[in-house]
């Protein structure tokens, strides 16, 4: 996790960095830091979200800095564990994302031959190797000490008296982005989009020389050009444009992302990819995952082709037999348990298709194939507008392998009914769950991982313990929590389920716990057992899916308003999880 940035060029760097840096904060926000190259390497550095005040820009005028803003995995979130981390003689600096998996006895041989570690993290290490490499030119340096390094690491680089930024990538995302007579790298595109839409995305084993004038990048000691991709995210995306929150931007913008999700699939190419299919195995994590147990539902029903789900990081040590395809789900692109999951079914007689938001992410470099949602940025660490965007790309999947079953169940019908569904009354529900301790959610089939996706919104941002079962669960066991204390949201609407829900209701109602019900407009017999209902918009069953998801994603969004939570930065949380 944690996000890097460098800037080389005409502009105040540190600027730059700092604004780069608040835009990964999604990445890991419990410290942060810069170093400074003028005469001599500043390090300023503090434990704790970035804070702007910390640093007087007036005072930084250097064209050259690096910057980090960190989710610790080594030593704990303070002012010293903090990076940018230096050599003995602070004349480099170094900012590092990934892991080095054997900085333990690189770190104990460092200290036999007498460097001095200031803190208690893996990164440290790298920064002393360079130093006892370095001879006055930092590219020959690093790149000496990268075959020493074990693990995954995105690095920028800078010593004293040298105008440029060493820059390396293996197996943690790296883009430059290439302005006229500036350059800015960074952990993804979002701090380079204020400045050119032209980027490269570093691949594994790029070692790059970044100055103002341009870039060298060199791999396995080649120099190589590398393409430079346009970036069409529009600046605009990643601002939050008048909405309070970007959770609550992102979740607005569902109805055109779903549609431009399914606008962007090219069925010609998917036929291609998924002929002569005969079972699936989805592979994602957290809401990823939940997109993917939606797909099982779906697709078992309409095209009747069997579909494993497996989190990431189980799959890894225990995989199954593999034959078929194997969709991974991630809208980062960068998930490692993921990613080592796709590498996993390489080995296997399979084809691989990845799904995912970001461009020249790492996904796309494991899987065969590979499907883009084409959300946006995304910038809330709470998935919503990717979910929705990965469930419109599984549709199209599920509409192929079924020969157009579920475009009859008019997927074009999904843009009026979530807009429908934003406007929905959900104050009496609010009101009922911000005072509540534990909430529990639930629901019956394809309805189950939406309400999984419902607990885990609301737990993520409120803080508020929220469980999911499929309702049929209840009683072997979680019955035993119930009181006036525990509200219920349940799914309960038209379908194969709705009559045993309406019982399981009943069931919990008979224990005292208090019951939000989201069910179909003029359900009577819903209002008679249910203490709050909320009503979605009548749809086609499938597209229900889609606006009780929205309506779960406001019911979290405006609990934890409430509550005073930090909405887009949740405590402990990071949106990309690059370590295992
Ligand atoms: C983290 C995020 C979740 C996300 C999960 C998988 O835990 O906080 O919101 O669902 O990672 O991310 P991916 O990028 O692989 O979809």
């Not at 993804?188 to 084993?205: A, K, N, Q, R, S």
């Not at 008019?410 to 569904?421: P, Q």
């Not at 534990?438 to 939406?450: A, E, K, M, Q, S």
């Not at 829900?501 to 005292?512: F, G, L, P, T």
């Amino acid at each position: 996790m944690c996000g890097i940035v460098g800037y080389i060029g005409p502009r105040n760097a540190a600027e730059v960095v700092i604004k780069g840096l608040k835009k990964l904060e999604y990445r890991g926000y419990d410290s942060f830091g810069i170093a400074v190259s003028s005469d001599q390497i500043s390090i300023l550095k503090k434990g704790g979200r970035i804070q702007e005040s910390f640093f007087n820009l007036n005072e930084l005028n250097s064209g050259l800095v690096i910057g980090h803003t960190r989710w610790a995995t080594h030593g704990i979130p303070n002012d010293t564990n903090a990076h940018p981390h230096s050599d003995c003689s602070n004349n480099i600096a170094l900012v590092h994302n990934g892991i080095i998996e054997n900085f333990l006895s690189l770190r104990e041989d460092l200290l036999i031959r007498g460097h001095i570690f200031k803190s208690d993290t893996d990164t440290e290490v790298i920064v002393h190797l360079i130093e006892e490499f370095y001879n006055g030119d930092l590219l020959y340096a690093v790149r000496d000490v990268i075959p020493l390094l074990q693990g995954s690491f995105a690095i920028l680089v800078i010593a004293k008296g040298e105008k440029r930024i060493i820059a390396a990538r293996y197996k943690s995302p790296l883009v430059l982005g290439i302005g006229d007579g500036e350059v800015i790298a960074g952990s993804d595109v979002t701090p380079i989009l204020d400045y050119t839409p032209d980027v490269i995305f570093l691949e594994d084993g790029d070692l790059v020389s970044i100055r103002a004038e341009g870039v060298v990048i060199e791999n396995s000691h080649v120099i190589i050009e590398r393409l430079v991709t346009c970036v069409d995210w529009s600046r605009e995306d990643a601002r939050k444009g008048g909405f309070d929150h970007f959770m609550q931007k992102e979740i607005f913008e569902q109805a055109s992302v779903f549609s431009q999700a399914i606008r962007s699939v090219d069925y010609e190419a998917l036929k291609t990819i998924l002929s002569g299919v005969k079972e699936i195995t989805v592979v994602g994590c957290g809401t990823s995952y939940h997109a993917g147990m939606i797909f099982r539902y779906l697709t078992e029903e309409f095209a009747r082709i069997p579909v494993r789900v497996e989190f990431a990081s189980e799959f890894k040590y225990s995989p199954p037999p593999l034959h078929g395809l194997l969709i991974a789900l991630t809208q980062s692109g960068e998930t490692a348990d993921t990613l080592a999951a796709v590498e996993i079914a390489k080995n296997y007689e399979c084809t691989t298709l990845a799904i995912t938001n970001v461009l020249g992410s790492s996904i796309t470099r494991v899987a065969k194939n590979t499907l883009f949602m084409r959300a946006g940025p995304e910038v809330s660490v709470a998935a919503t507008k990717s979910f929705i965007a990965e469930l419109a790309v599984l549709f199209c999947i599920t509409d192929c392998l079924s020969e157009g079953e579920l475009r009859t169940q008019s997927l074009d019908s999904a843009h009026k009914a979530i807009e429908d569904a934003l406007l929905i009354d959900i104050d009496p529900a609010v009101d009922l769950l911000k005072n509540a301790g534990t909430v529990f959610f639930v629901g019956r089939g394809w309805y189950y991982p939406v309400s999984l996706e419902g607990a885990l919104k609301l737990k993520e941002i409120s803080y508020i313990h929220a469980e999911s079962y499929a309702a049929g669960e209840m009683k072997h066991g979680p019955f035993a929590l119930l009181s006036e204390e525990t509200p219920v949201v349940a799914i309960c609407v038209e379908g194969p389920t709705y009559s045993v829900m309406i019982s399981n209701i009943k069931e919990v109602k008979a224990r005292r716990a208090p019951v939000i019900a989201i069910g179909n407009k003029g359900d009577t017999d819903l209002c008679a057992v249910a203490d709050v209902v909320v009503t979605i918009p009548d749809t086609p069953r499938v597209i229900q899916i889609l606006t009780i998801t929205v309506i779960l994603q406001l019911l979290a969004y405006r609990t934890a308003v409430a509550l005073g939570r930090d909405i887009d930065r949740p405590r402990n949380l990071a949106k990309s999880v690059t370590v295992e």
